[in-house]
């Protein structure tokens, strides 16, 4: 089987997570055999850009060590043989088109969305 | 005859979104039409089926425990297990396993499992379809 997840809400509790749970879930899936790729929109089009960091979390004394890093776990997904799609579009919304990317992601347009997602046994919305 | 299974992936915790009361309704009438179901909680999902949700009373509605009736998660969860008993129906809910320690949402009801995403993953390849319920 092989399953095209769909993310489209960024940095969604990615603080007390310390990293993105549908990004962790498949990666987890990922380790566990699982055949699937990745089409980023909305605001997790972010996830793709180069540089960006956390500084780890602080609640009064209470100081997190390690915060999260979706970037890093982009890269792990490619690396693990996932092809992230990134949504062409919506990059160009957030003025991102320009910016340094992770350097394994397929753009695609909207237009080339039906043809991607017939070629999937299931599709995760996220 | 090839009998039709349906995974639903829940993400909200409960009495946050209008979203997990549609979600219940699907999986009911799936379980209506005869098709199997799993269910895996993920996230605040695993509050759904907590076995020490108590219904509350509710002054601003002018009435007592017995009255208001509070619709609890769990009921729903336990009400679905029943209808698929009856029918003959597959029904595997699975918690993931470190959202449940995360949140000390151990305890839940009878009929719930804990599992982890690879049990997600082998749901979901074992089914005829699958839909995801996410937290916005």
């Given at each position: 089987?092989?399953?095209?997840?769909i993310?489209?809400?960024?940095?969604?509790?990615?603080?007390?997570?310390?990293?993105d749970t549908?990004l962790?879930i498949?990666?987890?899936m990922?380790?566990?055999?699982?055949?699937?790729?990745?089409?980023l929109?909305a605001?997790?089009?972010?996830?793709v850009?180069?540089?960006q960091?956390?500084?780890?979390?602080?609640?009064g004394?209470?100081?997190q060590r390690n915060?999260?890093?979706?970037?890093?776990?982009?890269?792990?997904?490619?690396?693990?043989?996932a092809?992230?799609?990134l949504?062409?579009?919506?990059?160009e919304?957030?003025?991102?088109l320009?910016r340094?990317?992770?350097?394994?992601?397929?753009?695609?347009?909207?237009?080339?969305?039906p043809g991607l997602?017939?070629?999937y046994?299931?599709?995760?919305?996220w | 005859m090839?009998?039709?299974?349906?995974t639903f992936?829940?993400?909200?915790?409960?009495f946050?979104?209008?979203?997990t009361?549609?979600?219940?309704?699907?999986?009911d009438?799936?379980?209506?039409r005869?098709?199997?179901v799993?269910?895996?909680?993920?996230?605040?999902?695993?509050?759904?089926p907590l076995?020490?949700?108590?219904?509350h009373?509710?002054?601003?509605h002018?009435?007592d425990?017995?009255?208001e009736?509070?619709p609890?998660?769990r009921?729903?969860?336990?009400a679905?297990?029943?209808k698929?008993?009856?029918r003959g129906?597959?029904f595997?809910?699975v918690?993931?396993?470190?959202?449940v320690?995360?949140r000390?949402?151990?305890g839940?009801?009878?009929g719930?499992r804990?599992?982890?995403p690879?049990?997600f993953w082998?749901?979901?390849?074992?089914?005829?379809?699958t839909?995801?319920?996410?937290?916005?």
């Amino acid at each position: 089987m092989k399953v095209l997840n769909i993310l489209s809400t960024g940095y969604r509790a990615t603080l007390e997570e310390q990293d993105d749970t549908v990004l962790w879930i498949s990666q987890a899936m990922k380790r566990a055999g699982a055949e699937l790729d990745l089409l980023l929109r909305a605001s997790t089009v972010n996830y793709v850009v180069e540089g960006q960091r956390v500084v780890p979390l602080s609640i009064g004394a209470r100081s997190q060590r390690n915060a999260p890093d979706v970037h890093a776990q982009l890269r792990d997904l490619a690396g693990g043989g996932a092809t992230i799609f990134l949504l062409r579009e919506d990059l160009e919304l957030y003025g991102l088109l320009d910016r340094p990317r992770l350097g394994e992601v397929r753009l695609i347009g909207a237009g080339g969305l039906p043809g991607l997602l017939s070629a999937y046994d299931q599709v995760w919305h996220w | 005859m090839t009998r039709t299974r349906l995974t639903f992936l829940l993400m909200d915790a409960p009495f946050e979104s209008s979203r997990t009361a549609t979600a219940m309704r699907l999986i009911d009438a799936a379980l209506d039409r005869g098709i199997d179901v799993n269910i895996f909680a993920y996230e605040g999902a695993v509050g759904l089926p907590l076995a020490a949700q108590t219904a509350h009373a509710n002054a601003v509605h002018g009435r007592d425990a017995t009255e208001e009736d509070h619709p609890l998660p769990r009921e729903w969860v336990a009400a679905l297990r029943d209808k698929a008993v009856e029918r003959g129906l597959a029904f595997d809910w699975v918690n993931c396993g470190l959202c449940v320690e995360e949140r000390g949402a151990a305890g839940s009801i009878e009929g719930t499992r804990r599992g982890t995403p690879a049990d997600f993953w082998a749901m979901a390849a074992a089914s005829t379809n699958t839909l995801v319920v996410a937290t916005a």
